[in-house]
């Protein structure tokens, strides 16, 4: 089945440490975004990447960092530098820009 | 930049009929999507807007006024699976990404 692999579902990190969220999608879909969503917020924009090795800041990009070596792949490390970095952390796609976003399953994030 | 105002919350019956206002202001307007989220669960699309009026796709309906700045999710004979968060994302003109708004939590109960 065609869709948005998110792992791990679930991710505990101490403070000081990187972790690493991984997306796969094999939907052949150009673009690829993070959202992060905090109770009681919208999804806020972190990076996203309309084609390979090409990506952009978004809203709240600061303590993450992302790469785009590969069509289906798009893993979001979060730093250490990020300083409230326990979220729900969501992986999306479209086809290209300007088509309606799909989304992973999400990653649950805890710091400890 | 924009501004999308939705009710927190909201509460309806099992088989009755629910309408969720979104409100939008945008220096330029490009489409307004929304979405459903279950609790924990990713978002998962609902429907696309970018001309006036009604689209309508089985339970649901979206409407679109643009001159007004506003939208709404109309969920027909409700059932107790449709308890979810509702998003409206709007997207601007000279932008490809919507902007999501805060979501309204949606109750049904018996």
């Known amino acids: 089945d065609g869709g948005i692999t998110q792992s791990p579902k679930y991710l505990f990190r101490k403070e000081g440490q990187n972790v690493t969220l991984s997306c796969e999608q094999n939907?052949?879909?150009?673009?690829m975004y993070w959202y992060r969503q905090d109770p009681g917020q919208g999804l806020r924009l972190i990076y996203y990447s309309q084609i390979v090795n090409d990506f952009q800041k978004g809203d709240i990009a600061e303590g993450y960092s992302v790469s785009r070596e590969k069509k289906e792949s798009f893993p979001l490390t979060v730093t250490s530098a990020q300083k409230n970095p326990t979220a729900f952390y969501l992986c999306a796609s479209s086809m290209d820009r300007g088509n309606t976003i799909y989304f992973g399953e999400g990653s649950w994030l805890t710091v400890v | 930049g924009q501004n999308i105002d939705q009710p927190t919350e909201m509460t309806a019956t099992e088989g009755a009929i629910v309408q969720i206002n979104c409100t939008y202001q945008t220096s330029g307007f490009n489409g307004l999507f929304w979405y459903q989220q279950h609790a924990g669960e990713a978002p998962t699309f609902l429907s696309y807007n970018v001309l006036d009026g009604l689209e309508e796709k089985g339970r649901f309906s979206s409407f679109l006024s643009r001159s007004k700045g506003y939208s709404y999710l109309l969920l027909k004979e409700l059932q107790m699976k449709d308890s979810a968060s509702y998003l409206c994302?709007?997207?601007?003109?000279?932008?490809?990404?919507?902007?999501f708004g805060r979501g309204t939590s949606l109750i049904v109960h018996p």
């Open positions: 939907l052949n879909h150009d673009a």
């Open positions: 994302a709007v997207r601007e003109g000279g932008s490809y990404i919507p902007t």
